[in-house]
Nanobody
Framework: QVQLVESGGGLVQPGGSLRLSCTASGSILSTHTMRWYRQAPGKQRELVAGIIRSGSTNYVDSVKGRFTISRDEAKNAVYLQMNTLKPEDTAVYYC???????????????WGQGTQVTVSS
């Protein structure tokens, strides 16, 4: 069974920075696309950033130039560096990864439990 464990969330002032981490554990054969989503109260969950195996990345327009997604294949980890945070960035942030387990024929999508990011004075 795969588990995605997140850390790094918390309370930060506008203009501040946070670094979110997510590490997958289990009998993992390979990790593929990894992503960060967020969901603010009363809003739909949205894709914030994604990174594929080649290292290419994509971001939602609202975070371009402020957030950076990266990955560490050896650690089965994905990170989200968030700079110049704004109140509208407040949300629960979820990591997400396409993972093939040892002995499995398919790739499945796994989710972390989420970590709260609050940007407020």
């Amino acid at each position: 069974q795969v588990q995605l464990v997140e850390s790094g969330g918390g309370l930060v002032q506008p203009g501040g920075s946070l670094r979110l981490s997510c590490t997958a554990s289990g009998s993992i054969l390979s990790t593929h696309t990894m992503r960060w989503y967020r969901q603010a109260p009363g809003k739909q969950r949205e894709l914030v950033a994604g990174i594929i195996r080649s290292g290419s990345t994509n971001y939602v327009d609202s975070v371009k130039g402020r957030f950076t997604i990266s990955r560490d294949e050896a650690k089965n980890a994905v990170y989200l560096q968030m700079n110049t945070l704004k109140p509208e960035d407040t949300a629960v942030y979820y990591c997400n990864a396409d993972i093939r387990m040892v002995g499995s024929f398919d790739v499945r999508v796994y989710w972390g439990q989420g970590t709260q990011v609050t940007v407020s004075s």
